[in-house]
């Protein structure tokens, strides 16, 4: 094996067939940083996900002096007694797992606390605005929810009964459609990059055909034809591939990071699943390349 | 070195076999004219020696190998005990001519240091010494057949295939031509040559073996182009 034969031809070949490989290039990097970003979104949901799966609770809102609810308004804030009797009702209900109070001014401070990088819209609100509340823990939030909350909804000093979980929902929906659209469009453009691998081999194949030619006459095996094909795939491939690698970590960096200012989960992804993200974008990128072009030239370079 | 045993070969597309029950053999450093008409099947002999193609009916024995036992992935070892010279030379274009004449050894995984022995070895061989630097396009026609003479020599094979080597060549560089491949011959390489020049074959005086229709219609030692009745 002449290493530096090898690494001439390819040299040849991707220099022969510069428009074709430059499109292939782009094409592999675009779709590898496509996939690469719908993977880390899945990453970013399942953290973001985990990391509220310990703090889902049904909040119970009492009635107090600002409550705009017509039950609210007839029977006015809720009285010490009503609470106890609602305490008392969720404590007993074997579905829950525990109960906390949050009173008006913890429940300020909480708000204020999470939105500290948003005085303004702090500034808006001011102590007693917020209600106080019960912070339920169900024992199985899937299930249980149900049953807890037609028990306390309509109870005197309850104003309202609301499902964390719906709330986050509804974000996680939207975090799911970007995700399978951007995969979506990823898994397109792998297929284009596959049409393009295959086309730009028979291309070059078809270019060098008397070279391949003379080699099949002179008795060069057939590893030794197709190998110059082969890797002109894979470092296309390989190219596009780096190229990706800069893309995801702007994506990351610049924007699923600075996503997470707007939302105040403070969930950030370490590096680590960025580097898991980036390998298993190559491994696509070499087998797609690699996997196409032999295909192709076991159609065109037929001994 | 090379036998033919009843060999029939058609290809789909014709009625008529491109060659029908042949029987040949070429011995160990033989000098062999083989002519004929166009599609006399001359080049299906060629390519059936090559395993290009597989015979319909019949064996073929190269060097004591039975080419329908040889696995595909065996077929590159009997090329490189083969070598070929077309009409067509089928060099390359945008390497000159030691590079076109390494190009054989290079793609067979030759070490360097041997290539730089053989190569200039060959290219005096054939009589182009002092033009390793030429590209194809700098040289006459016979000098272009005699690179691709070195190329098909380089490798020093045992049976030397030549399908009209001197068809694109005036008589007067012909002569040439055919010198380097009696040299060729004399280191003891089997030599088949195809060919429509009868001036040639008649002054070599070699053995004739005359195709006509896909049959073998004579087959003469020290024979001449025409009908020698």
Known sequence: ?303 | MINFDNVTKAYPSQSRPALENVTISVDKGEFVFLVGPSGSGKSTFLRLVLKEERPTDGHIRVSGRDLARLSNWRVPMLRRRIGCVFQDFRLLPSKNVYQNVAFALEVIGKPRRFIRKVVPEVIDLVGLEGKHDRLPDELSGGEQQRVAMARAFVNRPMILLADEPTGNIDPATSIGIMKVLDRINRTGTTVVMATHDAAIVDSMRKRVIELEYGKVVRDQSRGVYGQAY
């Open chain 1, 1 to 303: 094996m002449r290493a530096q034969f090898v690494l001439q031809e390819i040299w040849i070949g991707l220099r022969r067939n510069l428009t074709m490989t430059v499109a292939l290039v782009v094409v592999v990097a675009i779709s590898l940083s496509l996939l690469g970003t719908g993977l880390l979104f899945v990453k970013q949901v399942d953290a973001t996900r985990s990391y509220w799966q310990g703090k889902v609770e049904i909040s119970i809102y009492l009635c107090t002096a600002e409550s705009v609810s017509v039950q609210c308004k007839q029977n006015g804030p809720a009285t010490a007694v009503q609470r106890q009797a609602i305490d008392a009702q969720l404590t007993s209900m074997p579905q829950v797992a525990s109960v906390v109070y949050q009173s008006q001014a913890q429940a300020f401070q909480q708000f204020k606390q999470e939105f500290s990088n948003n005085p303004s819209f702090v500034s808006t609100v001011s102590q007693g605005d917020i209600p106080d509340s019960f912070q339920v823990k169900l024992k199985n939030p899937q299930a249980d929810y149900g049953p807890v909350a037609t028990a306390v909804t309509g109870k005197s000093g309850v104003d309202s009964v609301i499902d964390d979980r719906s709330i986050l929902a509804k974000f996680y929906k939207l975090l799911g459609g970007a995700r399978n659209a951007v995969v979506i469009v990823a898994l397109i453009l792998l297929i284009a990059a596959t049409l393009l691998v295959a086309n730009t081999i028979r291309l070059s194949a078809f270019n060098r055909r008397r070279e391949t030619g003379i080699m099949r006459l002179v008795g060069a095996s057939n590893f030794y034809i197709q190998l110059p094909f082969l890797l002109e795939g894979i470092i296309a491939g390989l190219i596009g591939w780096l190229i990706s690698v800069g893309l995801l970590i702007a994506v990351k960096s610049l924007w699923l990071d600075t996503l997470q200012q707007y939302f105040t989960f403070n969930v950030i992804l370490s590096a680590g699943d960025l580097v898991e993200v980036v390998v298993l974008a190559m491994c696509v990128g070499v087998l797609l390349c690699g996997a196409t072009s032999f295909l192709t030239l076991r159609r065109y370079l037929r001994v």
